[in-house]
């Protein structure tokens, strides 16, 4: 069945660096969209960032845009946030995501999702 795994969240100050990792299984992961989502407390879930399947498109919420990059190892079926100058409103459960899509602009449409790894950024 399709797994998607995701960790590297944790505690850091404002201003701080997190790196997330999200390993894909039973999906042929070179051939999908992955996105990352969040859910922060109290609000309904947000798109974030989405990579094409070759890495050589990427998509952003304005919110993050210049802080955060998405990338991907298709070698490793894995996906990648690096998440720098984190604010305290980055707060969130954050969620991987893969569509069978070559639509990377669109955050509608996927497919599978992981469990969630939680961000939490103190001011």
């Known amino acids: 069945q399709v797994q998607l795994v995701e960790s590297g969240g944790g505690l850091v100050q404002a201003g701080g660096s997190l790196r997330l990792s999200c390993a894909a299984s039973?999906?042929?992961?070179?051939?999908?969209?992955m996105a990352w989502f969040r859910r922060a407390p109290g609000k309904e879930r947000e798109f974030v960032a989405a990579v094409s399947w070759s890495g050589g498109s990427t998509s952003y919420v304005d919110s993050v845009k210049g802080r955060f990059t998405i990338y991907r190892d298709n070698a490793k079926n894995t996906v990648f946030m690096q998440m720098n100058s984190l604010r305290p409103e980055d707060t969130a459960v954050y969620y991987c995501?893969?569509?069978?899509?070559?639509?990377?602009?669109?955050?509608?449409?996927?497919?599978?999702w992981g469990q969630g790894t939680q961000g939490t950024v103190s001011s």
């Open positions: 995501a893969a569509k069978f899509s070559t639509t990377v602009a669109t955050p509608r449409g996927y497919e599978y």
């Open positions: 039973g999906i042929t992961f070179s051939s999908y969209t």
